[in-house]
């Protein structure tokens, strides 16, 4: 058995370029979807956000017509209000790498308010990433990595291959005009090798021991391939 740390967003806004706050959190399927995956394969799962609060959800992401339907919603709705370690997280300054045999970022708009200027979370990537140890980080979460630095001041995930979401997805969700700065931009002007798919479609892409998911579609692929690579 595998032990998971899944870093989540703390925020339930992302400010926009006009300063008014866009009601977020975490992305619902980019939760759900992984934790399914990893605790139906039997293995543990522990949450950590700043400061320790109870990630919030974007109430968007629970929507039907995101969900394949009513069925789909209900379904995601109930996982998330039975997931005990989404409900008692510990605090993401207290966590100690040694005791976690992977690393899980999901997105949503949350994490381009907290984890992108969050220096443990900073911190705990450039660890995980120097560990060996599977980190996988799916559509906005790669945001975080903006909060990475290494020697003279360049970011250890300079040149590596990676995916997130893309400027064309944010310009389709009607969001890109209003934002202060776009994902896709930064993760290019940080160094990284960035590769895009189609939008919306499954798109996932693994350097070393760095796993990257597009969009919300993209995150059960990307579960399974943390599986095959823990196997």
Same mark, same amino acid.
């Given at each position: 058995?595998?032990?998971?740390?899944?870093?989540?967003?703390?925020?339930?806004?992302?400010?926009?370029?006009?300063?008014?706050?866009h009601?977020?959190?975490y992305? %619902?399927?980019?939760?759900? /979807? &992984?934790?399914?995956?990893?605790?139906g394969? #039997?293995?543990?799962? !522990?949450v950590?956000?700043? *400061?320790g609060?109870?990630p919030?959800?974007?109430?968007?992401?629970?929507?039907?017509?995101?969900?394949?339907?009513?069925?789909?919603?209900?379904?995601?709705?109930?996982v998330?209000?039975?997931?005990?370690?989404?409900?008692d997280?510990?605090?993401?300054?207290?966590?100690?790498?040694?005791?976690?045999?992977?690393?899980y970022?999901?997105g949503?708009?949350?994490?381009?308010?907290?984890l992108?200027?969050?220096?443990?979370?900073?911190?705990?990537?450039?660890?995980?990433?120097?560990?060996?140890?599977?980190? %996988?980080?799916v559509?906005? /979460? &790669?945001?975080?990595?903006?909060?990475?630095? #290494?020697?003279a001041? !360049?970011?250890?995930?300079? *040149?590596?291959?990676l995916t997130?979401?893309?400027?064309?997805?944010?310009?389709?969700?009607?969001?890109?005009?209003?934002?202060?700065?776009?994902?896709?931009?930064?993760?290019?002007?940080?160094g990284?090798?960035?590769?895009?798919?189609e939008?919306?479609?499954?798109?996932?892409?693994?350097?070393?021991?760095?796993?990257?998911?597009?969009?919300?579609?993209?995150?059960?692929?990307?579960?399974?391939?943390?599986?095959k690579?823990?196997?």
């Open positions: 058995m595998a032990k998971f740390l899944f870093v989540m967003t703390g925020a339930d806004h992302w400010t926009l370029a006009d300063g008014t706050e009601p977020t959190g992305w %619902a399927e980019e939760f759900v /979807a &992984p934790y399914e995956a990893f605790t394969a #039997g293995h543990q799962i !522990v950590a956000t700043p *400061g609060v109870v919030p959800v974007d109430t968007g992401s629970l929507e039907a017509e995101v969900n394949g339907g009513a069925a789909g919603a209900q379904r995601v709705r109930e998330i209000e039975g997931a005990k370690e989404l409900h997280p510990v605090r993401l300054e207290d966590v100690d790498l040694a005791e976690f045999d992977a690393v970022y999901p949503g708009h949350g994490p381009m308010e907290d992108a200027v969050n220096k443990d979370s900073g911190a705990l990537l450039n660890a995980a990433l120097a560990s060996g140890k599977p980190l %996988a980080v559509c906005h /979460a &790669p945001a975080a990595l903006l909060a990475t630095t #290494g020697d001041g !360049v970011s250890p995930f300079a *040149g590596y291959r997130g979401f893309s400027n064309a997805e944010e310009s389709q969700a009607g969001l890109a005009d209003k934002a202060k700065w776009l994902l896709e931009d930064r993760l290019v002007a940080l990284a090798d960035y590769t895009s798919g939008p919306w479609a499954p798109h996932v892409v693994t350097d070393r021991n760095l796993f990257t998911g597009q969009n919300p579609a993209s995150s059960a692929p990307l579960a399974a391939a943390v599986l690579a823990l196997a």
